[in-house]
Nanobody
Framework: QVQLVESGGGSVQAGGSLRLSCAAS????????MAWFRQAPGKEREVVAA???????YYHDSVKGRFTVSQDNPKNTLYLQMNTLKPEDTAIYYC????????????????????????WGQGTQVTVSS
């Protein structure tokens, strides 16, 4: 059974930084696409960043140049380094994954829709004050 556990959320002032972690366990496949999504109150969930082996990385336009997604493969841990945070980054951040070969996840493609991801963490709150 795949489990994803996020950590690292918190409250910071605008311009500050946070690093989110997502520890994955129970993986049975060799490769997965993994992504960070966020949902702010009253807004739809949106993809923030995603990555997969061979397909590189994807970033939402609003976080390009400020956020960096990375993965520690031996530890099956996904990270999201968030710099120059803005109040509009305030949201619950979720980690998600899907095995390669399913729902558009492949070595040449990273899905960006939430419906493509099979596994989800419980979320971690990020609050940025002005």
């Amino acid at each position: 059974q795949v489990q994803l556990v996020e950590s690292g959320g918190g409250s910071v002032q605008a311009g500050g930084s946070l690093r989110l972690s997502c520890a994955a366990s129970g993986y049975t496949r060799s490769s997965y696409c993994m992504a960070w999504f966020r949902q702010a109150p009253g807004k739809e969930r949106e993809v923030v960043a995603a990555m997969s082996t061979g397909a590189g990385t994807y970033y939402h336009d609003s976080v390009k140049g400020r956020f960096t997604v990375s993965q520690d493969n031996p530890k099956n841990t996904l990270y999201l380094q968030m710099n120059t945070l803005k109040p509009e980054d305030t949201a619950i951040y979720y980690c998600a994954s899907v095995p390669e070969g399913i729902n558009g996840c492949s070595r040449g493609s990273i899905p960006t829709g939430g419906y493509s991801y099979n596994y989800w963490g419980q979320g971690t709150q990020v609050t940025v004050s002005s």
